[in-house]
């Protein structure tokens, strides 16, 4: 079974930056991978990936501030959040796009403070 493991989170306040890390036990170039969230109260939601032809798409509102990338011989997917908004807030997840087909990970907490 495919394991996924985000990391990185923490308490940041408006206008800060973090990045985070999602390390998966199999190749990520397959598959299209992606970063989610999901805000408290809220589905989750698509954040930013790349395309299984290695393009990137973004949710609108984090265009110009978060940037995908990866290290396909770590495995490792990265998602660098600047110009950080409350509204950012919620557990960030990584899996594949645009169908989700491994089995979420634990997530890693991101909480903007304003």
């Known amino acids: 079974q495919v394991q996924l493991v985000e990391s990185g989170g923490g308490l940041v306040q408006a206008g800060g930056s973090l990045r985070l890390s999602c390390a998966a036990s199999?190749?990520?170039?397959?598959?299209?991978m992606g970063w989610y969230r999901q805000a408290p109260g809220k589905r989750r939601e698509f954040v930013a990936a790349f395309t299984g032809g290695g393009s990137t798409n973004y949710l609108d509102s984090v265009k110009g501030r978060f940037t995908i990338s990866r290290d396909n011989a770590r495995k490792t997917l990265y998602l660098q959040m600047d110009s950080l908004k409350p509204e950012d807030t919620g557990i960030y997840y990584c899996?594949?796009?645009?169908?989700?087909?491994?089995?979420w990970g634990q997530g890693t907490q991101v909480t903007v403070s304003s």
């Open positions: 899996n594949t796009f645009p169908a989700t087909v491994f089995s």
């Open positions: 199999t190749s990520i170039t397959r598959n299209g």
